[in-house]
C-alpha cells in the first residue's frame, strides 16, 4: 500500500498529526460559541419541531413550549417523514436536517449545540482527506502539495466558521469533493462508464438534496466533462464510441437530478417559485450589481481563505506564469509544440477541476445574500479546491520555469524541484501565518460570545413577567431571540398593529396589569413607541420604561414604578 500511494510513514503521520492538531483547534472555538445564528436555529426548529407553535397575538407561551420546538422530545426520535414535509414548507432540501434531526434523536430531550457542530466536524474530517486525496492527484504526487493545501485547509478561519455555523454548507463541501474525487479518479483510469457513473449518480442526489447551490458546480462540472468526453478524449475512439461515453455520462448526471426531484418534489417549487430561488434569479441577471459582488467576495476570500495574503500570492503567481511563458516561447521549437487538445488531454483532471470550482464561485458570487463576512458560508464548499489549485501552481509553475532554465543550459543533471521549493514554502507558511492572525483575531465567526450574558440575564430574571411585542409580517425574527426567550417561565406574545388597533390589546392579565416589573422585547416597528404607552397605561404598577439592551431586531425594555 505504500508503495501504491507514494508516502511513507512517517509521511503520513506528519499529515495525521496535522490533522489531529486542526481537530483540537476546532474543537477549542466550538467551546466557545455560546449562542446561534436565527438561520442556525432553524436548523434545529426544522429537525425537531414538535407543535409549530405561533408566536400568536395575546397568548401565553412558555419558556419549556419553546424549547420542545428544537429539541427531539422522548418518543419522537428518527421521525424523518416529518422532516421532510417541514423543509417541503421552506426553501431547502432535507438530506441535511435528516443527519441533524438522527443526532438529536440520539440525544431526546437535549438542546445542545454539539449535535450540529459534531456533525460538521465529521464532514470536515471526512472534506480534509478527500482534498488530500485530490490535492496528491493533482499536484503531480507531491506530498509537499498535500501537506501546503492541507495546512491552509483546516487553518483557514472561513472554513473553521463553517464548522462553528450549524447549517448545511461543511456537508455541501464534502459532496463536492467527493464528486470531484470520483471524476478525477475516472479521467486519470480513462474509464467513465456505469462503473463510475452508477456511485457519481448517488453521490448527485445526495449533494442535490443537501442544497441546491449543488446543481450550480454540478452544471459546470458536467459541461466541462462532456466537452472532454466528446472533443478531448484519446483520439482512438471514434466519434460513435465518443457520443457513446457523453450519452451514458450524460444519461446518469441528468437521470440522477430528475430522480432527486421525483424523491422531493417540493425542490422543483423551492428553484423556481420559492423566495430565495427568485431572489437569486433576480440578483443573477441584475447586471448592474457585478462589479461590487466580484469586489465584495474577492476580498472575504483573501481576509477569510487566505489570511490577507491573496495579492501576494497572485502577483507570485502572475509573475511566475508571465516568466514561464516568457522561456518557453524563447526555446519552442517545432517538434515541442503541443496541440491544444494534446495539451488539454495531459492536465484534464486540473482542467476540470478548476473550471467546475471558478464556475461555482462566479454563480454564487452573483446569487449569494450579501450578509457581511457571513456570506462567507456560501463559497465555504469550494474554498478547499480554490487553495489546492493556488498551492498547486505555487509548486508546479516554478519547477516548470527550472525545466527551461535547465534546458537552456542543457544540463541533464538540474534538479527542477529544487528551485521552486524554498520560494513556495515562505510563501505557503505567510499565508498560514495571516490566517493563524486571523483566528486569533476573532475571525471565527458564528461564535456570539455576547449572547452568553443575554441567557444568564434570562435565567436570573425567568421568573419576571415578559411582554414579547412582534411584527405580524416576520412572525420568525421572535425566534432569533430563542435561546434566550427559552429560560423565561412565561411570555405574552403581542402582534404590532397600527395605533387604532393597538389600543384593543387586551392587558388585564393579572400577572400584566398587577405586575411591579415588567421586561418588555419590542420589534424595531412604527408603531413599537405606541405599544410601549399602551402598557404603561394599562399597568398601574409600572410608570418608568428603560431600554436596557439592542438585540439584532428588537430592543429589551424594562418597565419598573
Given at each position: 500500500m505504500m508503495k501504491k500511494t507514494g508516502l511513507n510513514r512517517k509521511s503520513i503521520l506528519i499529515l495525521a498529526l496535522l490533522l489531529m492538531l486542526q481537530v483540537i483547534a476546532a474543537f477549542c472555538f466550538c467551546g466557545q460559541k455560546t449562542g446561534y445564528h436565527y438561520d442556525e436555529l432553524y436548523s434545529y426548529y426544522?429537525?425537531?419541531?414538535?407543535?409549530?407553535?405561533?408566536?400568536?397575538?395575546?397568548?401565553?407561551t412558555s419558556g419549556d413550549e419553546i424549547f420542545q420546538e428544537f429539541a427531539v422530545l422522548p418518543g419522537e426520535g428518527f421521525s424523518f417523514a416529518r422532516v421532510a414535509q417541514m423543509q417541503s414548507y421552506d426553501v431547502h432540501p432535507p438530506v441535511y436536517y435528516f443527519f441533524l434531526h438522527a443526532i438529536c434523536s440520539l440525544m431526546p430531550g437535549v438542546f445542545s449545540k454539539w449535535a450540529g457542530l459534531l456533525l460538521n466536524v465529521f464532514f470536515f474530517v471526512g472534506s480534509w482527506c478527500l482534498l488530500g486525496w485530490l490535492a496528491w492527484h493533482l499536484g503531480g504526487r507531491r506530498y509537499q502539495v498535500v501537506l501546503a493545501t492541507l495546512l491552509l485547509y483546516?487553518?483557514?478561519?472561513a472554513v473553521l466558521s463553517g464548522i462553528?455555523?450549524?447549517?448545511?454548507?461543511?456537508?455541501?463541501g464534502f459532496w463536492i469533493l467527493l464528486t470531484a474525487c470520483l471524476h478525477v479518479r475516472a479521467l486519470e483510469k480513462e474509464k467513465t462508464g456505469w462503473k463510475f457513473c452508477l456511485p457519481l449518480a448517488g453521490v448527485v442526489i445526495a449533494g442535490f438534496l443537501t442544497h441546491y447551490y449543488y446543481a450550480v458546480y454540478l452544471f459546470f462540472l458536467a459541461a466541462t466533462m462532456e466537452g472532454y468526453l466528446l472533443f478531448v478524449q484519446p483520439g482512438h475512439k471514434n466519434t460513435v464510441s465518443r457520443l457513446k461515453d457523453c450519452f451514458i455520462y450524460g444519461f446518469s448526471v441528468i437521470g440522477a437530478m430528475l430522480l432527486s426531484v421525483l424523491l422531493y418534489p417540493a425542490s422543483a417549487s423551492h428553484i423556481f417559485r420559492g423566495y430565495r430561488g427568485t431572489e437569486a434569479m433576480g440578483a443573477f441577471f441584475d447586471l448592474g450589481n457585478t462589479g461590487y459582488r466580484i469586489r465584495f467576495f474577492a476580498q472575504l476570500l483573501n481576509e477569510y481563505a487566505f489570511g490577507s495574503m491573496l495579492p501576494v500570492l497572485a502577483l507570485v503567481?502572475?509573475?511566475?506564469?508571465?516568466?514561464?511563458?516568457a522561456l518557453f516561447r524563447f526555446q519552442k521549437r517545432?517538434?515541442?509544440?503541443?496541440?491544444?487538445?494534446?495539451?488539454?488531454?495531459?492536465?484534464?483532471?486540473?482542467?476540470?477541476?478548476?473550471l467546475a470550482a471558478a464556475g461555482y464561485f462566479a454563480v454564487v458570487t452573483k446569487t449569494a445574500l450579501l450578509t457581511a463576512e457571513e456570506a462567507n458560508r456560501?463559497?465555504?464548499?469550494?474554498?478547499?479546491?480554490?487553495?489546492?489549485?493556488?498551492?498547486?501552481?505555487?509548486?508546479?509553475?516554478?519547477?516548470?520555469?527550472?525545466?527551461?532554465?535547465?534546458?537552456?543550459?542543457?544540463?541533464?543533471?538540474?534538479?527542477?524541484?529544487?528551485?521552486?521549493?524554498?520560494?513556495?514554502?515562505?510563501?505557503v507558511l505567510l499565508i498560514a501565518g495571516g490566517q493563524?492572525?486571523?483566528?486569533?483575531?476573532?475571525?471565527?465567526?458564528?461564535?456570539?460570545?455576547?449572547?452568553?450574558?443575554?441567557?444568564?440575564?434570562?435565567?436570573?430574571?425567568?421568573?419576571?413577567?415578559?411582554?414579547?411585542?412582534?411584527?405580524?409580517?416576520?412572525?420568525?425574527?421572535?425566534?432569533?431571540?430563542?435561546?434566550?426567550?427559552?429560560?423565561?417561565?412565561?411570555?405574552?406574545?403581542?402582534?404590532?398593529?397600527?395605533?387604532?388597533?393597538?389600543?384593543?390589546?387586551?392587558?388585564?392579565?393579572?400577572?400584566?396589569?398587577?405586575?411591579?416589573?415588567?421586561?418588555?422585547?419590542?420589534?424595531?416597528?412604527?408603531?413599537?413607541?405606541?405599544?410601549?404607552?399602551?402598557?404603561?397605561?394599562?399597568?398601574?404598577?409600572?410608570?418608568?420604561?428603560?431600554?436596557?439592551?439592542?438585540?439584532?431586531?428588537?430592543?429589551?425594555?424594562?418597565?419598573?414604578?
Open positions: 426544522s429537525s425537531n419541531v414538535t407543535n409549530g407553535i405561533g408566536p400568536w397575538d395575546q397568548t401565553w483546516g487553518c483557514s478561519p462553528m455555523l450549524v447549517r448545511m454548507y461543511t456537508m455541501l503567481l502572475i509573475l511566475a506564469a508571465m516568466t514561464y511563458a517545432k517538434d515541442t509544440a503541443l496541440k491544444f487538445t494534446e495539451w488539454a488531454y495531459r492536465q484534464r483532471t486540473r482542467l476540470v477541476t478548476a456560501y463559497q465555504i464548499p469550494v474554498y478547499g479546491m480554490l487553495i489546492m489549485l493556488a498551492v498547486i501552481l505555487l509548486f508546479v509553475l516554478p519547477e516548470k520555469i527550472a525545466v527551461q532554465l535547465a534546458g537552456m543550459k542543457k544540463d541533464e543533471k538540474a534538479s527542477p524541484s529544487k528551485w521552486g521549493m524554498l520560494p513556495a514554502v515562505l510563501l493563524v492572525a486571523g483566528l486569533c483575531s476573532g475571525k471565527v465567526l458564528f461564535l456570539y460570545p455576547d449572547d452568553k450574558d443575554a441567557v444568564a440575564f434570562a435565567q436570573e430574571n425567568a421568573d419576571t413577567t415578559v411582554v414579547y411585542f412582534y411584527n405580524e409580517n416576520n412572525k420568525w425574527m421572535p425566534w432569533d431571540d430563542a435561546l434566550e426567550l427559552m429560560q423565561y417561565d412565561n411570555l405574552y406574545f403581542v402582534s404590532l398593529a397600527d395605533a387604532e388597533t393597538m389600543a384593543q390589546k387586551d392587558f388585564s392579565d393579572a400577572r400584566i396589569a398587577q405586575a411591579d416589573r415588567i421586561l418588555v422585547y419590542s420589534m424595531r416597528h412604527d408603531d413599537s413607541q405606541k405599544a410601549l404607552e399602551l402598557l404603561l397605561d394599562a399597568c398601574g404598577s409600572v410608570k418608568q420604561c428603560e431600554k436596557i439592551r439592542e438585540l439584532l431586531y428588537c430592543d429589551l425594555y424594562e418597565l419598573t414604578p
